[in-house]
């Protein structure tokens, strides 16, 4: 009578492959291989909220091998809106590149306020959500 275990086995409910070690089944599991993106500013903000903030949907994620295609999708998507914003707030502010060379404190000073602006309708929209 031959009482070994088999090495490998599979749950026939769930499909998981097993491997014994020792005394014990342990699940296959691997993460899928992910693509390698290179994060800017809005992809590591929104990296940041996910770990601190919706750590179940991060999981979930990381898990289904999504996280790194949601985390581009953010990034590129903030890059244009606040792109898009920042020309919407430089109508409205009758801000024209010719004030560069006449009033170049005002330009700089408005710039950066229309800036932060945009950042800020980003951040609620696509970030911290």
Request: charged share 30%; proline share 2%; no cysteine.
């Amino acid at each position: 009578m031959n009482n070994e275990l088999p090495k490998t086995k599979i749950d026939e409910r769930t499909g998981i492959e097993y491997h014994l070690e020792g005394d014990y089944y342990i699940p296959n599991l691997a993460i899928p291989k992910q693509e390698k993106i290179t994060l800017n500013k809005y992809g590591r903000m929104r990296l940041e909220y996910l770990k601190e903030h919706k750590k179940a949907e991060y999981t979930i994620m990381i898990m289904d091998g999504t996280l790194n295609s949601h985390l581009k999708e953010i990034q590129e998507t903030a890059r244009n809106r606040v792109e898009q914003i920042i020309n919407q707030l430089k109508e409205k502010s009758n801000l024209i590149e010719d004030m560069k060379n006449t009033d170049m404190l005002y330009w700089v000073g408005t710039m950066n306020s229309i800036k932060t602006q945009a950042e800020e309708i980003v951040f609620s929209e696509l970030i911290y959500v």
